[in-house]
């Protein structure tokens, strides 16, 4: 997941948070994130702090077809964490942690390799003082 995949996710998540009535009161827009099912009567909504105060069904009364009724904001996000886009980015990101694993043996090795290098130097150096005694 690049860094502005990463963005674009956070700012729609911050607007769905905006888009309530009333975002001071709202868990979610607090960080908490607390969105969930609502059901009665046979009905299902979302909400977080009132009655399906994130999405809900409607009737329209201009052709009395069903629609849902929320912030634009919050159907935009909505779609955004869709499966389809969510999982791709979660793949993304468990190859991106299996890499940074490598990269930590990778370094980890390299150290040891410049250890050992200074101390092959110090050594030379070390070798070479004693051979113009000898030959001193």
Known sequence: MTREERQKLR????????????????????????????????????????????????????????????????????VAAQPAVVLPLLDQLDVAEMLLSKLSEVEARLDETDRKFREAQILVEQLRVAAKRVLS
């Open 11 to 78: 700012e729609s998540a911050r607007a769905a948070a905006d888009a309530v009535d009333d975002p001071s009161r709202h868990a979610f827009a607090r960080g908490r994130g607390d969105w969930e099912l609502q059901t009665s009567n046979s009905f299902r909504r979302i909400g977080a702090h009132g009655d399906g105060d994130v999405l809900c069904a409607v009737t329209q009364r201009s052709d009395n077809h069903p629609d849902l009724h929320a912030a634009p904001a919050v159907l935009k996000y909505i």
